[in-house]
């Protein structure tokens, strides 16, 4: 009775979300054509030029049409000291699966809004910003035909990736990044961010995430029902985070 009653508050943490985010959509005012949707910048970052030190910056935003229901898009923008130009990188199912400048650094994403999930400027950027570059050359699934939408390697993966790989971002992709969760090294067992936990990666479909980042997380189907204790919120499928904002900025990332 009590793995059943389990079961059936999992379900309901998952369909109900889910229902209200697809009521969200049915009665947002989205573009109604994606082609046409607004991509420009959404206002996040100044000129380049009139930034002279480095940055990095994580964004996500709501994914294209009906998928955005469910999950965004995450990609990683960096600038080195005294460049002029914002270099962004995107992980997308047309083309070269690892995408270079496609699109605004900044931009909306098919009209959608990007939110901001981690920032560094400065000193603390030009540290990161050779790792994050090693890391996406050596990402595995880089072959036209490795994306795949659900339950992954998809634009989530591979930004979890490198953060996975420069572990003194210190940030976490939202619960709705559909496919963070994959096992993009192989391994279903591997160390939370920080060493402070661990993560069962069960194919993408299924997990469990314990750690001082990433709070309390159940992978369902690629979704996550969790709890976050650092910034206090609920994750929720569809709905994303209700509580506080788990933005993290190098300055303060380790508090």
Do not use: C
Not at 49 to 61: D, G, L, N, S, W
Not at 203 to 223: K, Q, T
Request: charged share 20%; hydrophobic share 50%.
């Amino acid at each position: 009775m009590i793995l059943k009653a389990l079961a059936g508050a999992l379900v309901l943490l998952v369909a109900a979300p889910v229902a209200v985010s697809a009521a969200l959509y049915a009665f947002g005012d989205g573009p109604a054509d994606w082609r046409a949707a607004d991509r420009s910048s959404a206002g996040l970052l100044p000129p380049a030029e009139a930034k002279p030190e480095a940055v990095v910056r994580v964004f996500a935003a709501r994914t294209v049409r009906w998928r955005g229901i469910f999950a965004v898009h995450s990609w990683i923008v960096v600038k080195d000291a005294g460049a002029d130009a914002y270099e962004r990188w995107d992980y997308t199912a047309w083309g070269e699966p690892i995408r270079r400048n496609g699109f605004v650094a900044d931009g909306r994403w098919f009209g959608q809004t990007p939110e901001l999930v981690f920032a560094a400027d400065g000193p603390a950027a030009e540290r990161l910003i050779p790792q994050i570059r090693a890391a996406i050359d050596g990402y595995a699934h880089r072959t036209l035909g490795d994306y795949r939408a659900w339950p992954g390697p998809n634009s989530n993966t591979f930004v979890a990736a490198v953060l996975d790989a420069v572990p003194e971002i210190e940030a976490t992709l939202p619960p709705t990044a559909i496919g963070k969760d994959f096992p993009h090294d192989g391994r279903w067992l591997v160390p939370a961010a920080g060493g402070t936990g661990a993560k069962l990666r069960l194919g993408g479909y299924a997990g469990l995430n314990v750690g001082w980042l990433e709070g309390i997380e159940i992978v369902v189907l690629g979704s996550v029902v969790g709890l976050d204790l650092r910034r206090p919120a609920l994750k929720l499928p569809g709905l994303g985070r209700i509580g506080l904002s788990a933005t993290a900025f190098a300055a303060d990332a380790r508090n």
